[in-house]
């Protein structure tokens, strides 16, 4: 009986596995398509670069660990433009080095993943301690005006999700993808459950397919998105940093430049829907909503349940996406809420942008900690009782 | 038209981006003749080519020619170039840079390219200067010269680009000057035929900026400046060092056999394969 019960788990290409948070991500790197990947160890992602150094080979992928994080970027980009899905993983002093790459695959639009497993900052701060400091340098970190999408996760299968979607997203949208991940949740262990056969959409970039002479690399489309030539398949055009026309040529044109810069943030945020997902946990009468994300959210639905076990009406609003801000969802807890309370590991990121959704109907309350420890779900507790 | 003419606006986007930005006399031109009839000797696919460039005057440089062209960030053309090479190693992936790019922004990514040898062709051309941005010091302005950030006197010293080349772990290192045309081309078919990291050093005059400032003269003149101060690699091992100073030694520095990152790469893929099937 026992034989014939591992036979069918092979069968089915099920494995259970006792995976870090950085495990899952480099798990998730694979099965989205992931072939390169460059970086520069770093407490607390290295983990992501050690397993990627061992795995990529094996698929006919490439690992390679650069001079820094500039480097590291900048590799994971030309990697794609060739043609390979790519991916850097790093932490806060990494991730302000890459701040200037960044921007150039924003506006070559180029898509790419960085992680950034979050530590207590500023400047080397606290290696190995969490901290959630990145979220606003994630949205504003590279000059100039740009849109940005960024994820977060706060279970390791999330990890391994969200690293997924962080590709697809990238891959749908011509744009750098950055996941951000605390410490706690990429060193911390779960049993995660990988099905081979499960069947998870991977989206693929959309490449030209008229004749090469017709190609317009940067032309404007329905959805925001042209379609992407790689390098060394036929369709050879200019690829820069300047602001460019739809040939890719630079330009200081008004009439080409304002179009332009409109369509990059057109192709995000006409998409919305699709790249916004979070969780309403409880928030149907909620009259107290937490809003959190990353290691604070597990803090926070353990919270919720404890809180409900006593008969306070009180609701969760997990992000998944940080960024672009998930004004639709904040609104729509708003609906039943008096309170809104923002628990996180920084002086007060997100809360501002809670409370600039919020048009004065409810209020906006914080939990800030940035002692290098996470908020436990008792302190939220303690806040509750504080605000209720 | 001239044949070499013709030769040049076969892989000239001509119809596109022409008038170009450089000045009138500037030696970027001469330096892009030498790479395209190297090109096209060796008998590339246009397709096949991928040019790579950083910021400054010489980062403009691939917007001109008709292959698969990036203009990446200051100094980091490298670490791009890298990434495409390994994503495709089927690519032949040229990097231009500028003195600014290659050893003062970039100088990291530059020694650790050529300590990896890493397949790539690196073209770096030194005017001395920081051009585009109105001529200020730059890491191989000479000591004692003038810039508009050293207006007084530089009192630091020059970097030798081709000898940091060398000392990295380059597999190839030549040095040229855009008056001796010739020479570029042939080092350039060398370095292009020549599997791993190589370093084309391009020595050329700034007058509209380094010229003007340090009173050297005209175009045609600081290229007669070149003429005299080179001193070929084979002439210069007869000399003394003290002899050797202000002069410019051209030809091929180093050409030597040195394992190549993907070579030693894919050996790495094969085991890692083989350990998994166990």
Redesign the interface.
Known sequence: MKKHNQREKRKSRQRELLLQGNEAVAEGALRAGC??F?GYPITPATEISEVLS?RL??V?G?F?Q???E???????????????K?MTATSGPGFSLMQ??LG?AIIAEIPCVIVNVMRGGPSTGLPTFPAQGDVMQARWGTHGDHPIIVLSASTVRECYDMTIRAFNLSEKFRTPVILLIDEVVGHMREKMILDADEKIEIFNRIKPTMPPEWYIPYEDTPSGVPAMAN????Y???????THDV?G??TSRPDEIGPFISRLHRKISSHFAEIQIGEFFQTEDAEITIVAYGCVARSAKRAVIEAREKGLKVGLLKLSTLWPFMRSAVEKILQTSKVLLVPEMNMGQISREVKRVNRGTARVVTLNKVDGTIITPMEILDRIAEVS | MPEITKLIHKYLRHDKKFPHVWCPGCGIGIMLGALIRAIDRIGYEKDEIVLVSGIGCSGRLPVYVDFNTLHTTHGRALTFATGIKLAKPNLKVIVIMGDGDAVAIGGNHFIHAARRNIDITTIILNNSIYGMTGGQNSPTTPYGMRSTTTTYSNIEQAFNISELAVTAGAAFVGRGTVYHARLLDSLMEKAFLKKGFSVVEVIAHCHTQYGRQNRLGTAVEMMEQQRDQAITVEKAAKMKPEELTGKIVIGVLVDKELPVYQDEYEKIQERAKAGMGQ
């Open positions: 072939r390169f460059a061992v080979p094996q006919d490439t390679i650069m001079e820094d500039i480097a590291s970027l900048g590799a994971i980009i030309g990697a794609s433009l060739a043609g390979v790519s200037e790459n150039l390098f060394g398949e036929g050879r055009y200019h690829v820069t940093g300047l040939r040529f630079p």
